[in-house]
T-cell receptor
């Protein structure tokens, strides 16, 4: 079974531009979560999707958005990029949402975004 | 609050045991996880423990949970150079969500 795929793996943008990152979950998984990882803030939750609906959102400005398609693939978009958006963006795939938090999540290799 | 604290760095010799510590804040967390991140890679789930357990052993890994002190630890027996990585503890947020609150990460360096 193929793992979680994220594209592109590396990206360089300039301030003010926008960017779209893609995540393909493991086949059969319907939930996708996104995290931002930076040296200063560590791993922070961005948002979570299940069955094409955003179920949770982290404490990020509205410039960060996402969506999920009917095949469970997910994209996240960052508009008007700032230098501080440089980070590793990780996507996690799981079968669904289970109350109580016991749901194994599989992470992709991430997309390294550099904003100049 | 959502602060999960870990010590930044741990250095051990190959063959020794490693103990990585984590302090979390949300007493309602139901599951606590340990993830491993190698350079240039995503996160790999190592093990987890349910909040009503004190200990869980999984091959070379032992997880200890002190719920009263909100303290979690990961012991790696017979540490190998391949165990060198950053280790993150994480707590589940509860409810119907997969959201995880991650710790600050501990860099484990294994000396040959």
């Amino acid at each position: 079974k193929a793992g979680v795929t994220q594209t592109p793996r590396y990206l360089i943008k300039t301030r003010g531009q926008q960017v779209t990152l893609s995540c393909s979950p493991i086949s059969g998984h319907r939930s996708v979560s996104w995290y931002q990882q930076t040296p200063g803030q560590g791993l922070q939750f961005l948002f979570e999707y299940f069955s094409e609906t955003q179920r949770n959102k982290g404490n990020f400005p509205g410039r960060f958005s996402g969506r999920q398609f009917s095949n469970s693939r997910s994209e996240m978009n960052v508009s008007t990029l700032e230098l501080g958006d440089s980070a590793l963006y990780l996507c996690a795939s799981s079968q669904g949402l289970i109350a109580g938090g016991r749901n194994e999540q599989f992470f992709g290799p991430g997309t390294r975004l550099t904003v100049l | 609050g959502e602060d999960v604290e870990q010590s930044l760095f741990l250095s051990v010799r190959e063959g020794d045991s490693s103990v990585i510590n984590c302090t979390y804040t949300d007493s309602s967390s139901t599951y606590l996880y340990w993830y491993k991140q190698e350079p240039g890679a995503g996160l790999q789930l190592l093990t987890y423990i349910f909040s009503n357990m004190d200990m869980k052993q999984d091959q070379r890994l032992t997880v200890l949970l002190n719920k009263k002190d909100k303290h979690l630890s990961l012991r790696i027996a017979d540490t190998q150079t391949g165990d060198s990585a950053i280790y993150f503890c994480a707590e589940s947020y509860g409810g119907a969500t997969n959201k995880l609150i991650f710790g600050t990460g501990t860099l484990l360096a294994v000396q040959p």
